[in-house]
């Protein structure tokens, strides 16, 4: 079979199990399997394809049945860097992008009032899985502290593994349970925060209990424990305004991305915690898709 034969005959299967995007992800797979891109494949469309095919068409049917393509590739594109993902850990999604940039420009903001603006800021990311927010925050303040917290093995895996291949020496992963009552002073101690955290930033599960049952074949794919925020889905936001803002240094920021009917709820909960400046950002849709907050600075 020729390279031209084995992409139409994928990309076709994709489209009768009615994969949206079955042009993109055919070539996606046909480009991971064989290491030719749409250019190259006009080109070397008549040659024969090989001992790649099996493994190409073990791809296209996994797809077919709706497994997710980032985890067929075992790695996925988030800002300008790759992550590794599969199963176990929840897919980096380009909404998580703005969460990332919105908090460390709060930061920079937020650092040009310190007394002394050349320390190095002290960041958590909570619920971190692959480190996609933790690692984006690094990114764009390389001196930053970051402890990337992360409850579940497998998750913590991808996390090691991304900490590890972006080379990111600042960025520390830790197990933890963000809704645990002690993890706050454990996150605290292990990033030398005696002062508080500069900046709390998560993307934590936020669907509905409900919504879980009506989630696309996809999303299924991927781990309940990232997806699941209780019967509100604001089970995570409540633990973070509860436990952890309280750990904030004053000034500090605390960001989090939401569902977009949960900014409203979330932005309540901010203000009751004793947090000023409380907004939320739309993204790129015009949704409400990350809500942040400065703790109040303590007088006298």
């Avoid at 709706?66 to 999604?93: A, K, N």
């Avoid at 089970?235 to 509860?242: L, S």
């Amino acid at each position: 079979m020729t390279f031209q034969e084995a992409y139409h005959r994928g990309r076709t299967t994709l489209e009768k199990a009615g994969i949206e995007t079955a042009s993109y992800d055919a070539i996606r797979l046909f480009q991971h399997v064989f290491g030719l891109d749409r250019q190259s494949l006009i080109l070397r469309g008549g040659e024969d394809c090989g001992c790649g095919l099996d493994r190409f068409q073990g791809l296209i049917r996994r797809r077919a049945a709706h497994e997710p393509l980032q985890y067929l590739l075992g790695q996925w594109e988030f800002m300008d860097f790759s992550l590794l993902v599969g199963e176990g850990v929840l897919i980096p999604r380009e909404e998580t992008e703005l969460l990332v940039y919105t908090a460390a420009e709060a930061l920079k903001k937020a650092r040009t009032h310190w007394e002394n603006p050349k320390r190095a800021p002290l960041v958590i990311d909570l619920c971190a899985g692959s480190g996609a927010v933790g690692l984006g925050i690094s990114q764009l303040i390389p001196d930053a502290q970051v402890l990337c917290a992360e409850l579940y093995p497998q998750a913590m895996y991808y996390l090691r593994e991304n900490i590890r291949r972006t080379k990111k020496w600042n960025v520390q992963p830790i197990v933890l349970d963000v809704l645990d009552a002690s993890s706050p002073a454990l996150a605290a101690k292990k990033l030398e925060a005696a002062q508080g955290f500069d900046l709390i930033v998560s993307n934590p599960p936020y669907v509905t209990s409900r919504e879980m049952e009506g989630l696309q074949a996809e999303v299924r794919w991927e781990p309940s424990t990232a997806l699941n925020g209780g019967t509100d889905g604001l089970d995570f936001y409540k633990a973070i305004a509860k436990l952890w803002i309280p750990f904030l240094s004053g000034g500090g920021i605390a960001a989090v991305e939401t569902g977009e009917t949960q900014g409203p709820a979330v932005k309540t909960l901010w203000q009751e915690a004793r947090m000023d400046h409380v907004e939320t950002v739309q993204d790129f849709n015009n949704l409400d898709r990350v809500t942040l907050g400065t703790k109040k600075c303590q007088k006298g």
